[in-house]
């Protein structure tokens, strides 16, 4: 496991719709195993192992982080954000901030970074439900020309944090939702491929979780996979204001997070259950009446219907501006789901229910 890699995509900025930079260094790292890679429209970027293959099996970990962009530059100089995701504003006053700014030199994209501050004033600590349009960040200019000499409408905002090693093989940054989900599925991938998995593997650093699904829908649409494995984080229990009752009893260091769930589909469940128990892997459970909110839910409904498994980080304090995993989790997870790629085939049986008479049709329209 490459800790200095997922290290790499923490110290870029990639907020939804603007996750071109973190798809550059997830390809380079793809690289290293990929038989083939593919771009599209909406900003994927897929490193495939056996492609052709004619089991397909699509991972998917999102890497686009909530986040800002730039709306408004007053006469002083001071810059007004709308959210990108499911930001908490209240959070960012007083922080250090970050502004990418992107420019077209010598005909190609510089991205040049800009340091600024969440202003704070009495009027928004005394706010109950402050709103995105109410944060407003200090770059330290002193005029509208000033400011917008660095800084165009449009630019991608978010928290200025490093990573930073924590007790107990914990680690903390922003954007741990989902870049470490993105790291799992690469680093899974690179793992089976070294193996000698027969299946073909999609490792689909998945773009606009956060605001829109439309890299979910183009990666399913387009693959049309048997199957398809979704990595993405789930809160921890085990840290103040949370409930077990909830959603189910998660720890940091329990292990990859199963989810028991009418989108997810049983018989995949099942065999990354078997795997667990025989590789000694730790698993939690978390339970979702409905959907899942991941990119699981969009495949699950693209084209005849996607079969999908979500493998889950457990995350303390997720869309703040600072998150904390365990290596351990992540850990757990790549060796879960490089085993279930090793092991997975075109003749998996999906179906739940199966046909117990010659009059019952294997599916709806064969």
């Not at 492609?51 to 709306?71: K, S, W």
């Not at 009446?289 to 991941?294: A, F, L, M, S, V």
Request: hydrophobic share 40%; aromatic share 6%; with cysteine.
């Amino acid at each position: 496991m490459n800790r200095d890699f997922l290290k790499e995509l923490l110290g870029i900025v990639s907020v939804s719709g603007c996750e071109e930079a973190a798809q550059e260094a997830a390809l380079a790292f793809g690289r290293s195993f990929a038989h083939k890679q593919i771009t599209d429209a909406a900003g994927n970027a897929l490193s495939v192992v056996n492609p052709e293959a004619p089991c397909r099996v699509l991972l998917g970990g999102h890497i686009d982080e909530i986040g800002f962009r730039v709306t408004h530059i007053d006469d002083q100089g001071l810059i007004r954000v709308q959210k990108a995701g499911g930001v908490r504003a209240a959070l960012y006053m007083g922080a250090p901030m970050q502004i990418i700014h992107e420019a077209e030199e010598e005909g190609r994209i510089v991205r040049h970074k800009v340091e600024g501050v969440g202003v704070v004033t009495d009027d928004l600590l005394k706010k109950k439900d402050m709103a995105d349009s109410d944060l407003i960040l200090d770059i330290g200019a002193s005029t509208k020309e000033e400011a917008e000499a660095v800084v165009s409408v449009g630019d991608p905002v978010c928290a200025d944090t490093a990573v930073h090693e924590l007790l107990g093989g914990r680690f903390s940054c922003r954007a741990l939702d989902d870049k470490t989900g993105a790291f799992v599925i690469l680093e899974a991938a690179k793992k089976a491929a070294e193996s000698g998995a027969a299946c073909g593997i999609y490792a689909n650093t998945v773009v606009g979780e956060e605001t829109s699904g439309r890299g979910a829908y183009y990666a399913a649409a387009n693959v049309e996979p048997d199957c398809a494995i979704i990595v993405d984080v789930t809160w921890a229990s085990d840290c103040p204001g949370t409930d077990p009752g909830e959603t189910g009893h998660v720890k940091l260091g329990g292990g990859p997070v199963l989810c028991r769930s009418g989108m997810v589909n049983k018989p995949m469940n099942r065999l990354l259950e078997q795997i667990a128990a025989e590789k000694n892997i730790p698993v939690q459970y978390e339970v979702a009446g409905g959907r899942t909110y991941t990119d699981g839910d969009t495949m699950f409904k693209t084209g005849k219907g996607v079969p999908v498994a979500l493998v889950s980080v457990p995350l303390r304090y997720m869309h703040s501006s600072v998150e904390i995993a365990d290596w351990r989790d992540l850990e757990g997870c790549i060796d879960l789901i490089a085993e279930f790629l090793l092991r997975i085939h075109k003749d998996f049986d999906y179906r739940p229910v199966k046909p117990q008479a010659k009059w019952f049709e294997k599916s709806i329209g064969d």
